[in-house]
Nanobody, 119 residues
Framework: QVQLVESGGGLVQTGGSLRLSCAAS????????MGWYRQAPGKQRELVAT???????NYDDSVKGRFTISRDNAKNTVYLQMNSLKREDTADYYC?????????????WGQGTQVTVSS
């Protein structure tokens, strides 16, 4: 089992910045990819960015050039630096971890942290 705890959300003005953090605990040795997803009111959860244990990253087109995902494997923590925030970035942001343990694949979620961008 893997537990994920997000922090760093809040209220920010358009053009501002926030940094989200997600700390993993439990069977962290089994974690491969980690990432951030978001869900706006009335919409489906969508991918924001992912990062593998080797540091390969992937971003949704809507956040490329504005958001940066990074990972500190020693601290079992993944970060999402969000710059030039727009109102459409307003959503609940969820941390995700995918783990491989033998033949088992685990898909874990944090409880979410709210990001609100106001004009």
């Amino acid at each position: 089992q893997v537990q994920l705890v997000e922090s760093g959300g809040g209220l920010v003005q358009t053009g501002g910045s926030l940094r989200l953090s997600c700390a993993a605990s439990g069977n962290t040795f089994s974690i491969n990819a980690m990432g951030w997803y978001r869900q706006a009111p009335g919409k489906q959860r969508e991918l924001v960015a992912t990062i593998t244990s080797g540091g390969s990253t992937n971003y949704d087109d809507s956040v490329k050039g504005r958001f940066t995902i990074s990972r500190d494997n020693a601290k079992n923590t993944v970060y999402l630096q969000m710059n030039s925030l727009k109102r459409e970035d307003t959503a609940d942001y969820y941390c995700n971890a995918v783990s491989y343990y033998g033949a088992s694949v685990g898909n874990y979620w944090g409880q979410g942290t709210q990001v609100t961008v106001s004009s």
